[in-house]
C-alpha cells in the first residue's frame, strides 16, 4: 500500500513537472527588459523567449515576432531549444511508462516483475528529462546575470531574469523528485515480492478420507530431510505421512497406527522441528 501511494504521487509530481517545463518551453518570459538607471520609466517593455521575442507597450499593445531563421539564432539557444523539446518528449515518454507500471493500472498484471520495472523505468526518464530541462534554465539564468553587471553593456540593453526561468526551474526539480519517488517505489516492491516468494512453510492438508478400520486419516507432504534414528527411516522429503484423527473411543487403533509406523524423536508430526 505505500509502495502504491508512493507511486501515486511519484506520477503525479512528473505530470506536474511535464506541464510546468512545457508552459516555461513555449511562453517568451525567459528575459525581461530590466527598469534600471535612466531606464526606470519607459513606455516599453521587451521580452524573449526561446521561439519568438514580444513588445508590450504602455498603451495596453502587446506584440511578438517569432524569430525568422533558426541557424542564425545564437548557439545556446539553440541548444535550450532542443534540449527543452528532448525534455518534453521523454516527459510523454515516462508518464505512459509509468501508467503502465503502476500497481492501480491493470495494464501488465500478468507479467510478474516486469510491471514493476516499467515503473522504475518511467521514472528513470522522469529523472532525465528534468535533468534536461535544468540544464538550459541554469544556463539562460548564468547569461543574464552576467551580462546584468557588465559595465560597458547600455542599460536599456540589460535584461533580468523571467518568470518562464523560474518555473522551468521548478518544473525540472519537481520532475527529478517525482521521478525519483517513482524509482523508489519500485524498489520497495519489488523487495516485496522477493520476501514472498521466499517465505518458505508446510502446506496445508491437501485431502482426507475414511480408512478401512473407520479411522479418519489426513494425507500431507513434509519437506523435512530423512531422520534415522535408532535404525528406523523416517519418512523422506515428499513422502506422504498418515495423520490420525479420531477420537478418544478409538485408542486401541491408534495403537495399532503407531506400532505400524514408529516415529523418530524428536520429530513433530506437524512437520516443524
Not at 27 to 39: C, F, K, R, T
Not at 40 to 63: H, K, P
Amino acid at each position: 500500500m505505500a509502495s502504491a501511494a508512493l507511486e501515486l504521487m511519484g506520477f503525479f509530481l512528473g505530470l506536474l513537472g511535464m506541464l510546468g517545463t512545457l508552459v516555461a518551453t513555449v511562453l517568451p518570459y525567459w528575459q525581461i527588459s530590466a527598469h534600471v538607471g535612466s531606464n526606470i520609466v519607459t513606455a516599453v517593455d521587451n521580452m524573449r523567449g526561446l521561439w519568438m521575442e514580444c513588445v508590450y507597450q504602455s498603451t495596453g499593445a502587446f506584440q511578438c515576432e517569432t524569430y525568422n531563421s533558426m541557424l542564425a539564432l545564437p548557439s545556446d539557444l539553440q541548444a535550450a531549444r532542443a534540449l527543452m523539446v528532448i525534455s518534453i518528449v521523454l516527459s510523454i515518454l515516462a508518464i505512459a511508462m509509468a501508467t503502465l507500471g503502476m500497481q492501480c493500472t491493470l495494464c501488465l498484471e500478468s507479467s510478474g516483475g516486469v510491471k514493476s520495472r516499467v515503473a522504475g523505468a518511467g521514472g528513470v526518464l522522469f529523472v532525465f528529462a528534468g535533468f534536461l530541462a535544468l540544464v538550459p534554465v541554469a544556463w539562460t539564468t548564468h547569461e543574464v546575470v552576467k551580462t546584468f553587471y557588465l559595465p560597458n553593456v547600455p542599460q536599456s540593453m540589460k535584461y533580468e531574469l523571467g518568470e518562464c526561468l523560474y518555473t522551468g526551474l521548478a518544473s525540472a526539480l519537481i520532475s527529478m523528485l517525482g521521478g525519483g519517488m517513482l524509482c523508489v517505489s519500485c524498489c520497495e516492491e519489488q523487495e516485496g515480492g522477493r520476501g514472498r516468494r521466499h517465505g518458505g512453510g508446510y502446506p496445508y492438508p491437501v485431502g482426507g478420507g475414511i480408512s478401512s478400520t473407520g479411522v479418519r486419516t489426513t494425507s500431507q507432504t513434509y519437506r523435512n530431510p530423512t531422520l534415522q534414528v535408532g535404525g528406523v527411516n523416517t519418512p523422506s522429503r515428499g513422502q506422504t505421512l498418515i495423520r490420525s484423527a479420531s477420537g478418544s473411543s478409538e485408542s486401541g487403533t491408534h495403537g495399532a497406527q503407531r506400532a505400524r509406523k514408529p516415529t523418530a524423536a524428536g520429530y513433530d508430526i506437524t512437520g516443524y522441528v
